[in-house]
Each structure stands twice: as C-alpha cells, then as structure tokens.
C-alpha cells in the first residue's frame, strides 16, 4: 500500500466526494428554504445533462452551453416552486415527498421517450488523458470536479454571508414569520432557492455528463447526496459539503479494500448509522423534546 | 394525605433555569391553583411532572411513588392526567373518537383480538362507546359527537379536552389555563364543571391559570411561582393579601 | 349506507364475478391488484392512520416474497408454512426496524426507510446462492393440502379470498384501540402520552403491522407471478405504494383498495398509447396530489357531505346540574 496509491485514492475520493456534496448542497438548500426536500433532484441532474447534449448538438462549444443551462435550470427551479410546490406546501409530508417524486418521474419520463435507454456523449474541454504529476497520474476531469465545488463553495459563502439577498434567505430560513415581519419578500426567496438549487444539480450533471456519459439513470446520484446532506444534519450547507467529501474518500478507500460490495454498502450503512445514532449529523445541535 | 409531593424540582433548558428548588405539596381531594406571571416556570413545572421533560433535580412522588424521570405515558397510567394549554386535540377525528382514545388504557384487548374482532373485543368496544356517551352527555357534547374536532370553536375543543382527559380516569388532573381563550360565560361554565369534578368524582385537580379571578373562585389554596420559584402558598385570599405576591403578580392582574 | 361503502361492495362483487367474463390475462392483473390492495392497507395504517413514513414497504414485499420462495423451493416446505413464515419473518423485522426508528420522523425516518429499502436490495443481489440474486427465482403456484393452484380460476379465488381476510383483518385494527392510538400518535403525540399510550411502542406496532401485511402481499406476489427479482421490490415500487394511499385517500382503507385499484389498472390502460404511458401516468398523479388533496376517498366524501348536509350545531347547556 504506497503513498501513491493512497493520494490517487484521495483524489477519486474527494472528486466524487465533490459532486456528492453539489448533490448534497442542492437538497438542503430548498430544505432549508421550505422544508422540503426535493426527490427531483436526481432528475434534475439528469435535465442539466441533457440540456447540455441538445445546446452541444445545435453546435455550441461546451463552455458556451454551461451559462445557458444554468440558466434553464434556474428558470426550471423557479417555474416548478411557483406552480407546484407552493400551493401545496401544507399538505401533509407524504403529498410532498410524492409531489417531488411524481415531478421527477416525469422529467425522466419525458427524456426516456425522446432518447430511450442510449448513452451519449459530449465534448468537454476537461476530458482527456491523465495529467502526470511527478508518480501521480491525475484525471483532469477529477481536479475540475475539486476545483468547481470549490468555487461554488466559495461563491455560496460570499453570496450568504456578504450579499443582501442571501443575508434575506438565511433570515428566512429561520423564521420565515419575522421575516415577513421584517419586508422580506419571502415568495422570492423560496423561488431563488429553488432556482440556486436547480441550478446546482444541473451544473452537476454538466459536469458529469462528459466524463460518465449522459443516460437517464445518472438521477440516482441522489441517494448519495442524500447521505452526504444527513451527514451535515441536513440544516448545514457546510456539513453537506463535508458530507460529500467524507462519503467520496469512504466509498472510494472501502471500494478499494474490499471490494465492490463493501462499496455499495458504505453509503446506507453509513445512512442508518448516522440516522439512528446521530440524526443531527455530525455537525450539528443536540434536541431536547422526548416524546 | 399528600397525593403529589414535589421536592427541590430543577428544571433547565440549556443555560436556562425555569424551575429553581420548587417544593409543593398538593392534598389528595382539594383544587390546587398554580399562578404566577409569564415565565414563571408554571408550563415546566407541569411539563416534568407530567414526564414530558427530565427534570434536572429533585423528587416528584405521587401516590407515594416516585415519578421524576419517567416516560410520560408510564406517569398517566399511574392515574396523573392532563390538559393542554392549547388543546392538543386530534383534529380530523370526531369528537366522539377523541373521547373513545381516552380511554385506551382501559381497554385490554390484545393486537390479535382486535385484528380478529374477537368477542372480548366487540366486547369491550360496545362498553367504552357506552362510556364516551354518557361522558359526552354529561359535558354537553352530545350535538357535536360527530364533528371533527379541529373544527370546533376553542371553547368547545376545551371542553372536550377534559372530558378526553377524564376518560383516562385520572386520579389527579392537571389543566394548563383551562380557561384561557374563553367568554365570561364559558370560563363561568368551565369552573362550574371542574368544581364538579372535584367534588363528585374526587378528582384532585391542580389548576395552572393566569386569571387571578378565576382561581379565586374556584380553587381551594394557591401557589405562587415567580421566575422559577415558589414565592407563596396559602388560600386565594391569603394570596391576595400577600404584599410580596402583589408586587410580583397582581401588578399585571387579569 | 355511506357511497364510500356501497362503492367498496360494488367493488368487491365486480371482482368476485371477474372470472365469469376475464380472459386469464385480466384475471392476473386482478390478481396483482388485489395483491396491491393488501400492501396498501398495510402501508396505509402506518403512514396514512400513523403518520409514520416509509419509503421502503417493497423491501418487506420483498422479504415476504423471497420467504415463500425459499420456503417452497429449496426447503420444499408447503405453502402453508411459506406463507405465514413470511408474514412472521417481515412482522419481526418490521419491528426491528420500527425499534430503533422509533424516535425518528418526517425526512430522518424516510431516510432510514430508504437505507434499509437499499440495504435489503443489496443483500438479496449479493447473495445469489440463496436468492437468485439478480437472476431472480423461480417459485411455484401455491398449494394447499395437495391442492395446486395451477388453474387460473382457483388462483384467482385463493388470491380474492386472501385479499378480503387481509382487508377485513385491515378494518377491525383500524377500529379497534390500536387504529385510535395510531392516529393519536399522527395528530398528537403529547395528548396520546398523556392519555397513558406508549408512543414508541405503538410506532413499533405499526411498523410490524405494515411489514406483516407487505409480507403477506409479498409471499402471494411470488406465488402468483411464479418468478421474483430485485428489481420488483425497489424504491420506484415503494413509492408507487404510497401513490396508491396518497391517491385513494391516506388513513382509509376505502381508500387503499380505490388507490390500488385505479393506479394498477391505469398503466394497464395506458399500455395502448404505449410510450406516452409513463409520461401520462406521470402527470395523472401529479394532477390529483395537486387537485384532490384528500384522495379519492375525499371526492366521494365531499359528494356524501352534499347528500346529507349536517345542521349548523347550537352551543347547548351543560348537563344534569
């Protein structure tokens, strides 16, 4: 077991760790917003990626169709928590759940009967052969993954911590009440979630379109952002993102270890333990009531 | 005979202390009030006693046994019943089901009984709906009976609050501010009922109110919390005399 | 009589006369309709009458399934001992499960549902010796002393017999004390401990409940269909489950039976337009979480309210003095 192994290992690890904790990020964010977590998102991520392969297949180079699905995604976020989710966000917890889940059946469906079942591919400017870096041999497309969240990291902290509109968001998610109470225009800020969100997972599935290939099951990435949103105690983008990282390096270092079914069973054994154990993530407050 | 002994009761949440060292005995038989000013810690004091919440310290003893620490529905099987500030009603049942769940504990029948609709199971069943009828009848909840609850008026949702609560045969019974949200009228009707309560059923009843006026008439002694303390105990009128009462309390009287 | 039961009667005699005039095609989809019908009122007494979510009500049709299964294939023990064995094996998991869940509500415990739905996926996959796994299993048709179901109509009957004990058995639970401290514990889990019921414990209960009744649909499914695999019992059909309670009106099992009814027929229908079928169903459940809030249960009970208006309650006396 050299060093190098464990390094490239690290690197695998923290670059799907990255995509899980977009993932990741993507769910808390309408979590926080309108206690909702979305089950589209998955599919959301499938929409971004083929978003990408029609803008490709009219002729657009890649970094050229990154902006405009954003863009669709966001106006996709916001149309869908106008329309659908506010009007039912009272009913009771299963409408919702099913109301997301029934949403991203539809996504998938509609994209199943356009292209069926085929894998496709696009061109992106990050795939290609590994980089050598003294013994490390290093997929470009790994260090774009690190290097994107990074930014979107970043970009989120300064967006909620420094600007006003995310200051109102965090306010929101707090006390949606005294929020209002305060001018805040807390229709807004449940649609910018939405928006942030979508554009979140399709920027994932930008990203991972390319690399994996674009195919209408990339969806079920979302249980993996699921756990690494539970490791953050789904109320911390921090913790998300930790999540994802920390579920990305476990994966990857049992995968390696042993074997391919251990890989498979980390991400729920890791689930139930954390849920059962420590449901407030391993960031996170501790509850009082006991009933 | 003291039938609920509290004991040097601490209560806190996080850094903050709502219960400080309160003893309180209350009688078996007799209305207890609890007043005192937002704050106070009455809802915490009710809170642990009722096992909703693990008191910090002290000794809560009812009937003789201890209490303090246990699960909450352990501490209502012993016969310590209560009612909600804010009604906590099952709201998409009928009021007739809401009284029928009071009764849960006293009826015996086991999952394969039930699941077989067994004779000791229609049994039981024909009983307690017999029960919730004359409970109904006797708080005048007949004409509601098949009404959901949450579409109540707040007054007639308290109503049948207690006669939920006094399905579960309670030996003591616990309002939190039994009277709050309701007309002159209704706050009259409700202490005409509880008085009953006390006096035909022998119900201790331990009422926690804001309303001054209220306990006056109804209860028979008085305890006054302020910030987590007893600041005094005695008759209500003992309790309006009381300099140290009025100038925590009555300042701000209902 | 209510609409709501004279629709379930109705209902039921339809289906009991199926095989009159149901070519052996119609009367499989019968079959998996009724098999439907009895996981929805398992699944429906603890989400919709407990309030507890579960995203993972097809696992124990799976564990119930791959019971009876290994029951009647390898163990070569008869139907009569596979299929209770089922629904004890899936009732003690569903309490083993429900235990440590117990404290758990809303996203963490359909979360934790969705864990263990994954979990049990992965070890029905990983173990092929005993499983099959992704190639599936084979499984006879039932058989009672002797008796082979090998006809479709005697299936048929077996399989309707079942379904109405199962429903039956449903409805008494639901009345009974333990239906009311479900639903004390969905509304108000503070009112029900303080009425002296075991919150926790009755959270266990109904864990055991669905996972006993998913067993059991579960055990019948690999009789009827006489092959299972993992995908049969994978997230995409526990959420259809909860269609099926959310749709036909969660915490009623008039609801159950019209949920799973309508929502197993409705792809049937929708197979002629062929590819547009998932896209279509799609959007029929979407409209109806969106437009019917209470389910189909809460359309007809609008139409019985219209029939029998109640008058406005006075505020009466209190009584004897």
């Known amino acids: ?291 | 005979m003291a039938l609920l002994e509290i004991n040097a009761l601490s209560v806190r949440f996080g850094g903050v202390v709502a219960v400080a060292e309160l003893s309180l005995v209350i009688a078996g038989g007799e209305i207890h009030g609890i007043i005192g000013p937002n704050g106070a810690g009455k809802s915490s004091v009710i809170n642990a006693v009722t096992g909703m919440v693990a008191p910090q310290s002290g000794s809560i003893r009812f009937a003789e046994k201890e209490i303090a620490g246990l699960a909450p529905h352990v501490i209502s099987s012993f016969g310590l019943g209560r009612t909600f500030q804010h009604v906590e009603l099952f709201g998409d049942r009928s009021v007739f089901d809401n009284v029928l769940t009071g009764f849960y504990r006293h009826q015996s029948y086991g999952l394969l009984a039930a699941a077989l609709r067994l004779q000791k199971t229609v049994q039981s069943e024909r009983e307690t709906h017999e029960r919730v009828r004359m409970l109904l009848d006797a708080f005048g909840l007949t004409p509601f009976v098949d009404t959901p609850a949450g579409l109540l008026p707040f007054g007639i949702q308290k109503r049948v609050d207690i006669a939920r609560a006094l399905a579960a045969e309670p030996r003591l019974l616990l309002l939190d501010e039994p009277v709050s949200g309701m007309s002159e009228a209704e706050a009259e009707m409700a202490v005409t009922t509880m008085r009953k309560l006390a006096r035909e059923h022998g119900i201790t009843l331990v009422v926690v109110e804001h309303n001054m006026r209220v306990l006056m008439n109804l209860a028979e002694r008085v305890s006054v919390l302020n910030q987590g303390r007893l600041l005094a105990s005695g008759t209500p009128a003992e309790m309006q005399a009381n300099t140290a009462v009025i100038e925590a309390y009555l300042g701000d009287a209902a | 009589m209510r609409i709501r039961v004279l629709l379930t009667l109705i209902g039921l005699a339809l289906l009991a006369a199926l095989p009159l005039v149901a070519t052996s095609y119609y009367l499989y989809l019968a079959e998996l309709a009724m098999i439907n019908i009895i996981t929805a009122v398992g699944l429906n007494l603890l989400s919709g009458n407990c309030g507890q979510i579960s995203l993972c009500n097809a696992s124990f049709m799976g564990i119930g399934a791959y019971c009876t299964a290994l029951c009647t294939t390898r163990l070569g023990l008869p139907t009569l001992i596979g299929l209770p064995a089922s629904v004890i094996i899936s009732a003690l998991l569903g309490a083993a499960l429900g235990y440590p869940a117990r404290r758990l509500s809303g996203l963490y415990l359909a979360l934790t549902t969705l864990g263990f739905l994954e979990l049990v996926g992965i070890v029905i996959e990983e173990f092929p010796d005993y499983t099959g796994g992704i190639r599936g299993l084979k499984v006879p048709r039932p058989e009672i002393f002797g008796f082979s179901f090998q006809s479709n109509v005697a299936l048929y009957f077996l399989v309707f017999t079942l379904t109405a004990a199962a429903v039956v058995v449903g409805y008494n639970v639901q009345r009974s004390r333990y239906g009311r401290a479900f639903d004390a514990v969905r509304q108000s889990p503070f009112a029900a401990q303080a009425l002296g019921i075991p919150v926790a414990r009755v959270k266990v209960i109904a864990f055991s409940l669905n996972a006993a009744f998913a067993g059991f649909a579960g055990g019948l499914l690999a009789g009827v269909v006489g092959f299972i695999d993992p995908p049969e019992f994978g997230i995409l059909v526990s959420i259809q489950h909860i269609t099926f309670i959310v749709v036909g009106g969660l915490g009623s099992i008039a609801g159950s039976i019209a949920g799973a009814l309508v929502l197993t027929a409705l792809p049937e229908a929708l197979r002629g337009v062929q590819e547009y079928g998932e896209l279509i169903y799609g959007f029929i459940l979407l409209g109806t979480l969106l437009f019917l809030p209470r389910g189909l249960v809460g359309l007809v009970a609008k139409v019985e309210t219209l029939r029998s208006p109640k008058p406005p309650a006075k505020e009466p006396a209190y009584g004897a003095p």
Request: proline content about 5%; overall charge positive; glycine content about 12%.
């Open chain 1, 1 to 291: 077991m050299t060093l190098r192994i464990i390094l490239q290992l690290a690197l695998s690890g923290l670059s799907i760790g990255s995509i899980y904790a977009l993932v990741g990020l993507a769910l808390v964010l309408p979590f926080k917003a309108s206690g909702i977590v979305n089950f589209a998102q998955g599919e959301i991520v499938t929409l971004g990626a083929y978003l990408a392969l029609i803008l490709s297949g009219l002729g657009l180079p890649y970094l050229a169709v990154v902006p405009l699905v954003l863009l669709g995604a966001a106006a996709f976020g916001m149309v869908t928590e106008r329309l659908l989710i506010r009007p039912i966000v009272n009913q009771p917890e299963f409408t919702l759940v099913i109301v997301t889940f029934a949403i991203g059946f539809i996504i998938k469906a509609a994209i199943r009967l356009h292209w069926q079942d085929n894998t496709f591919s696009i061109d992106a400017p990050f795939v290609g052969p590994p980089l050598a870096l003294g013994a490390l041999r290093l997929n470009p497309a790994y260090l774009v993954f690190i290097f994107c969240t990074l930014v979107v990291v970043a970009a989120l902290i300064v967006f909620f911590g420094y600007t006003k509109f995310g200051k109102a968001m965090r306010a929101t998610a707090l006390d949606p009440i005294a929020a209002k109470l305060m001018g805040i225009r807390i229709g807004s800020v449940f649609s910018a979630a939405w928006a942030l969100s979508s554009m979140l997972g399709a920027f994932v599935g930008l990203l991972l379109g390319p690399v994996i290939g674009i195919n209408p099951e990339i969806g079920h990435l979302i249980l993996k952002g699921l756990v690494a949103a539970v490791i953050g105690g789904f109320s911390s983008l921090g913790g998300a993102v930790a999540g994802g990282l920390m579920l990305g390096l476990l994966e990857t270092y049992a995968g390696a270890f042993f074997g391919a079914t251990f890989k498979n069973l980390v991400p729920f054994g890791v689930l139930i333990l954390l849920l059962l154990l420590r449901p407030q993530g391993l960031v996170g407050g501790t509850s009082a009531r006991r009933v």
